[in-house]
């Protein structure tokens, strides 16, 4: 997620995504779940597209990305 949040930093600071964000999605309750499935698949679908700059292909992580 270190790599996703600097690339993500220009929507929101970077500490909203590596410090706050990640934070809470620590914690038990359902709510806080979804919110941890939700950056789970924000990281993995960035891993995505950084492995297939270049070519058309769309990596594993999009499936494991979309169950999250």
């Known amino acids: 997620m270190a790599n996703t949040a600097s ?3 220009g929507y929101f600071n970077e ?5 706050l964000l990640l934070k809470a ?3 038990n309750s359902e709510g806080v779940a979804a919110l941890r499935h939700a950056v ?3 990281g993995a679908l960035h891993e995505d ?3 297939a700059e ?10 494991f ?3 999250q």
């Open 54 to 63: 270049g070519t058309d292909e769309r990596g594993l992580n999009s499936e």
């Open 40 to 42: 789970i698949g924000i």
């Open 25 to 27: 999605s620590l914690g």
């Open 7 to 9: 690339e993500l930093s």
């Open 15 to 19: 500490d909203f995504w590596s410090g």
């Open 49 to 51: 597209f950084v492995n």
């Open 65 to 67: 990305a979309l169950g």
